[in-house]
């Protein structure tokens, strides 16, 4: 009775475990809609990727192509925009032959030369200058000026100073600015003379305050010849892209 109480309980023990198994396999071995959808595209892809791998490139499938060398595209910039500020050059001289053959010496040395630029500068400068000298501002005078033609303009301030008069002064505009000469020294100092045609009023009043010369309403056209120049000789002096007034002279 007990032996066969045994082998029922143990029948039993092992219907279910089969059962058990049976309904284990059932769930594990089973793939989901979602699953299945999952598996046939990784079989796509892998299919794609192998097509892809044995099939030659399309003549539409441009390659770029690999810069040799980081500083190409700048040397390629500097050389196309040297070009262009020599053919300005010959073009902004026009038939002054001597001018452009100059000018050109200037680029040389200086690749960053651009007359139209320089010209812009000079403009300001000259309008910088003549407003100066007329307040009787040094400080500016001295970084636009160089030594000995800073020295000429303080001696003028100076004696219209110890005389008492006062200049009064407004600047209308520059009708006209055009380079006549440009040179480079053997020193590698450069050179530009520009003569500007300006309109002025200016009048200048003694300690009283009367007008001794010029006139207050008036409008007066002026012209002067100035000469520029800046050390071009070396790279550490074309560092400073500043031009200073060097000479000035009357028109004939």
């Given amino acids: 009775m ?14 279910v475990a089969v059962v058990a198994i049976v309904k284990l396999r059932s769930v594990l071995g089973r793939r989901t809609g979602d699953e299945e959808t999952r598996v046939e595209q990784r079989r796509r892809e892998a299919s794609l990727q192998k097509n892809a791998a044995s099939t030659p490139v399309s003549d539409k499938v441009v390659s770029l192509p690999r810069r040799e060398r980081d500083d190409q595209p700048g040397e390629q910039a500097t050389a196309v925009s040297v070009a262009e500020v020599e053919a300005r050059i010959k073009s902004f ?32 400068a000259y309008e910088m200058i003549v407003t100066a000298f007329a307040e009787g501002n040094r400080k500016i005078l001295r970084d636009l000026l ?43 100092i450069a050179s530009v003379t520009v003569r500007f045609v300006s309109q002025l009023i200016t009048a200048t009043r003694d300690k009283a305050g009367v007008i001794i010369d ?39």
């Fill in 214 to 252: 010029g006139d207050s309403v008036r409008i007066k056209e002026v012209t002067d010849i100035w000469t520029f120049e800046r050390d071009i000789s070396t790279k550490d002096a074309r560092r400073d892209l500043n031009w200073k007034l060097a000479g000035t002279q009357s028109p004939n």
């Fill in 93 to 124: 001289a026009g038939g002054d032959t001597t001018l452009a053959t100059r000018l050109m010496d200037i680029l040389k040395l200086d690749r960053n030369f651009d007359p139209e630029q320089f010209l812009r500068g000079a403009r300001q």
């Fill in 2 to 15: 007990i032996g066969s109480d045994i082998n029922l309980l143990t029948l039993l023990t092992l219907i």
């Fill in 146 to 188: 160089k030594a000995d033609v800073f020295d000429s303009f303080s001696r003028a301030i100076g004696e219209r100073e110890a005389r008492g008069e006062q200049i009064d002064q407004s600047f209308v505009g520059i009708n006209k600015a055009d380079m006549l000469e440009a040179d480079v020294s053997p020193k590698g």
